[in-house]
């Protein structure tokens, strides 16, 4: 089964003929319709969108077959996916794709197990792993240099460095309780979707 990616979501509808709002989340924006064919998470439904223009932070498209308001407001919050394979190859070993993390290895400095990737968030102050440990419970780690400084998608892993895991979170309880801070900064090398 070939992974699929998300790269964008119908936002809701725009005028009376059909357009509907797309917000992409693709590095160029506007790529969002260049990798091709877009379908829903399962792939039943699939979308031919052309770009029409913009509002504000999304695009203005047409999907092929969308010809009124009620029809492009029921699309509101679909996710849009292309297969993995149908994205650009990373231009060398400190790029890759978000979803390229899911299911790698993270070990500790000295190779022993600390869990699995399963999930990439961000919640707005940068990208966050959630890592299945080996004891069980789920673990939110800071995606950054620092964190995570290995990154090794050939080898199917990645390293994290809990030391400075640990650093992070007292840092950001101290932040949050002189109710100030700074950005942190992300790992470098991630790439589009």
Known sequence: ????????????????????????????????VTYGPLSDEAGARRFTVTLQGMVKDNFLAKVDGVTSREQAQALAGVRLYVDRDALPATEDGDEFYHADLIGLR????????????????????????????????????????????????????IVVDLPAVIEAREGSDDEADEGEGEEGGDQSGGAGP
């Open 1 to 32: 089964m070939t992974a699929k990616i998300c790269v964008g979501q119908f936002a809701g509808s725009h005028g009376v003929r059909g357009l509907v709002k797309l917000r992409s989340f693709t590095a160029e924006p506007a790529d969002v």
């Open 106 to 157: 993270a070990e500790l400095a000295d190779g022993s197990l600390y869990g699995t990737v399963k999930a990439i968030y961000d919640f707005g102050a940068g990208d966050v792993l959630e890592v299945r440990t080996a004891a069980g419970p789920l673990e939110m780690l800071p995606f950054s240099k620092a964190c995570v400084p290995v990154v090794d998608v050939r080898g199917g892993r």
